[in-house]
């Protein structure tokens, strides 16, 4: 079976534009997680997707946003990129099941400059 | 509302010897609990989760947990240190029916020859 896979692995873009990542989860999983990790402030959680919709949503400005496709993949966008949206960003899937786990992909290695 | 302690941020040890990684968690109901490991430029990989059951899991690699709802803790162990171990360890707390994870700060293990 296929892990979470997550595209691309790197990326470098210019402050003020907007960027968008790709992810793609285990195949049957319907729950779709997705967080930033910093130096700073670790890791944090920005929204998960389930069957489409936004089921939970972390603290993060409005320029974070997100979708889900019907075959489960999600985008997330960042618009008017800032120096501290400088970060590794990770997705998760997971099962509808209670007690299981969340899998990561490698993430995306975003650079604002 | 969830959160997780890791006290220290560095722990290093010699190759043989005991690993013990701590955490300590705050839930305002029973919560499950995750131990990931991440190695550089990488995603998180599970090494071991707590749902219900059993207190005492083992993991992968030779690393196990115990549960001590009496003191929030969920503390990592492994008895003999490995040069491959040397990773950044992430302790992480769910509620129950959600999906999202809290994360502590982390602990990074360096394993000295």
């Known amino acids: 079976k296929a892990g979470v896979t997550q595209t691309p692995r790197y990326l470098i873009k210019t402050r003020g534009q907007q960027v968008t990542l790709s992810c793609s989860p285990i195949s049957g999983h319907r729950s779709v997680s997705w967080y930033q990790q910093t130096p700073g402030q670790g890791l944090q959680f920005l929204f998960e997707y389930f069957s489409e919709t936004q089921r939970n949503k972390g603290n993060f400005p409005g320029r974070f946003s997100g979708r889900q496709f019907s075959n489960s993949r999600s985008e997330m966008n960042v618009s008017t990129l800032e120096l501290g949206d400088s970060a590794l960003y990770l997705c998760a899937s997971s099962s509808t099941d209670t007690n299981t786990e969340a899998f990561f992909g490698q993430g995306t290695r975003l650079t604002v400059v | 509302a969830q959160s997780v302690t890791q006290l220290g941020s560095h722990v290093s040890v010699s190759e043989g010897a005991l690993v013990l990684l701590r955490c300590n968690y705050s839930?305002?109901?029973?919560?499950?609990l995750f131990w990931y490991v991440q190695y550089p430029n990488q995603g998180l990989q599970l090494l071991l989760k707590y749902t219900t059951g059993a207190t005492l899991v083992k993991g992968i690699n030779g690393f196990e947990a115990e549960f001590k709802k009496s003191e929030t803790s969920f503390h990592l162990t492994k008895p003999s240190a490995h040069m491959s171990d040397a990773a950044e360890y992430f302790c992480a707390v769910r509620v129950p029916g959600a999906q999202k994870l809290v994360f502590g700060q982390g602990t990074r293990l360096t394993i000295n020859p």
């Open positions: 839930s305002s109901v029973p919560p499950y």
